[in-house]
C-alpha cells in the first residue's frame, strides 16, 4: 500500500501552482518539469485524486505521460494503466471511450500482462472501436489463443478491421485457407489484397489458384510477384474469364510484368476480339 501522506506536500504544491499560475507564460513547460521530479506512484495519486475534479490538469498529465513515453520509453506508467483498465468495466460508456482513447495512446509500451489486460477487456466488445483498439495489440502477445479469439470476430463480424490482424501475424498458409472462403471482388479492399497478395507469393500455386477465376488481377499480381511469366495459352484463358470491362484492366497487370511482348500480345489478341464481335 502506498502512503499517501508521503507525497502530500508534493502534490499540494502542484496543484496550487497549477490555480496560482495557470495564465503564466511556459505554464505547461514548469509542469511537465515538475512531473519529471515525481514518482510513477505519486503521478498515479496525482492523477486520480488531485485532478478528480480538473479536467485540464488530467490533460496535462495525460499529455505529459505520452509524451514521456515516446521520449522515455522505459517509464512506462504502469500503475495509472493498471488501475484504469481495473476501473474500466465499472465506468459509464462515455468515461470508457476517454479512458481506451488515453491507453492507445501507449499501450503499447507496457509490460504484456497489461497489454492482455487491456486486449482482453476490449476484444469481446459489442462495440467495433474497442475490438479494433485490442487488434492493434494482438501481435505483442499472439498465441493460438489470441489466433482463436481474432479469428471467430474475423468470421462474426467480416469485417476488414477484424482481418487486418490476421493479415499481419498468421502464417502463410492459413491466411489462404482463411481468405479463400471470403474474397470477393469487393471484399476486402484492395489496399488489403494486396497485403494478403505480398504475404502468400512464396507459396504454391495450389494456394492461390481460386484468385484465377475470382479475382484474375490480382492472380496476375502474384504470378508477377513469382517472377512467372503469363503465357500466350493462359492470356487466352484469362481472356474468357473475365468480363469485357475487366478485360481493359488486365493491360495493366500484364504491364506490371515488364514484359514488351506479352503486353502487346496481349493488346493485339484483345483488339482481335474486339473485331471479331463488331463484324
Not at 490538469?57 to 514521456?68: A, G, H, Q
Not at 475470382?214 to 474468357?240: A, G, P
Request: proline residues 2%.
Amino acid at each position: 500500500m502506498v502512503n499517501n501522506e508521503v507525497y502530500v506536500n508534493k502534490l499540494e504544491f502542484i496543484e496550487n501552482y497549477f490555480y496560482e499560475h495557470y495564465e503564466d507564460d511556459f505554464f505547461y513547460v514548469v509542469l511537465h518539469s515538475l512531473f519529471n521530479c515525481i514518482s510513477d506512484n505519486e503521478l498515479k495519486l496525482l492523477y486520480f485524486q488531485n485532478a478528480k475534479g480538473n479536467p485540464i490538469l488530467k490533460k496535462t498529465i495525460e499529455s505529459y505521460i505520452v509524451k514521456r513515453t515516446i521520449n522515455e520509453p522505459k517509464r512506462q506508467f504502469e500503475n495509472i494503466a493498471k488501475t484504469l483498465l481495473n476501473l474500466y468495466p465499472e465506468q459509464d460508456y462515455k468515461i470508457q471511450v476517454t479512458t481506451r482513447t488515453f491507453l492507445t495512446q501507449f499501450i503499447r509500451t507496457l509490460s504484456k500482462k497489461t497489454i492482455r489486460h487491456y486486449f482482453d477487456l476490449l476484444i469481446h466488445s459489442e462495440r467495433k472501436y474497442d475490438r479494433h483498439r485490442a487488434n492493434e495489440v494482438a501481435d505483442l502477445i499472439w498465441s493460438d489463443e489470441i489466433e482463436g479469439y481474432l479469428t471467430d470476430n474475423f468470421y462474426n463480424y467480416k469485417d476488414e478491421y477484424s482481418l487486418l490482424p490476421l493479415i499481419k501475424n498468421l502464417e502463410e498458409s492459413k491466411l489462404c485457407v482463411l481468405i479463400e472462403n471470403y474474397w470477393t471482388k469487393d471484399f476486402p479492399s484492395p489496399r488489403l489484397k494486396n497485403s494478403i497478395i505480398k504475404k502468400i507469393a512464396k507459396l504454391e500455386s495450389d494456394y492461390y489458384s481460386f484468385l484465377k477465376e475470382r479475382d484474375v488481377s490480382f492472380y496476375i499480381q502474384v504470378l508477377y510477384l513469382k517472377k512467372i511469366k503469363i503465357t500466350e495459352n493462359e492470356i487466352k484463358q484469362l481472356l474468357e474469364a473475365v468480363t469485357d470491362e475487366n478485360k481493359f484492366y488486365l493491360i495493366w497487370n500484364i504491364g506490371m510484368t515488364g514484359d514488351w511482348k506479352q503486353t502487346v500480345k496481349y493488346i493485339d489478341m484483345l483488339n482481335s476480339k474486339k473485331e471479331i464481335m463488331n463484324s
